[in-house]
């Protein structure tokens, strides 16, 4: 099984964003993998060019067998 650096997927998904989604401006981004139950909690803080709003956006990512 491949482990995750949460520095590295972290990386990862701002690049994409920056590529994928010009519009938002990534403000913070916050990993932590949980090995045990095969998953990751990732928070998302950021803002859409030309609005004063922040959004804040927790997902959770779980590999199903």
Do not use: C, H, M, W
Not at 13 to 40: C, F, Q, T, W
Request: glycine share 2%; aromatic share 6%; proline share 3%.
């Amino acid at each position: 099984s491949e482990g995750f650096d949460e520095t590295e997927l972290k990386d990862q998904i701002y690049s994409v964003i920056n590529s994928y989604e010009p519009r938002a401006e990534i403000l913070e981004i916050n990993a932590a993998v949980v090995p045990d139950s095969n998953n990751i909690l990732l928070t998302l803080i950021f803002r859409v060019l030309n609005i004063t709003d922040t959004v804040k956006l927790d997902i959770s990512i779980t590999r199903l067998r």
